[in-house]
């Protein structure tokens, strides 16, 4: 997968957050997961974009670190969201093996990028 394919993806992730949250109830529990599963959609994607423009190795891998903790993240909140009922499980399956993936890409370029420093 290219720079650019994974730039692609990550945003086309946090595209289809944005509609999911938008649609949770008004509940303080759907507002405060909706937050949370938010950032750590959309930061994904944004420190992605961030680790592609690091000048170094090291700093590439510290970068896509923050990838894996926030899509780590927002597996976390995708969980909560099916588990308390908030959303159908059959609704986040999809998203779910999405963040799952995320955090593999993300964590097999990290251990890549530290490997060649």
Known sequence: MTPAELKARTKAFALRIVVLVDRLPRSLAGQIIGRQ?????????????????????????????????????????LEISGESGLVKPERLRELIKEADELVAIATSSRKTAKAGS
């Open 37 to 77: 599963l938010l950032r750590s959609a959309t930061s994904v994607g944004a420190n992605y974009r961030a680790a592609c423009r690091a000048q170094s190795r090291a700093e590439f891998a510290a970068k896509l670190s923050i990838v894996v903790e926030e899509a780590d993240e927002s597996l976390y909140w």
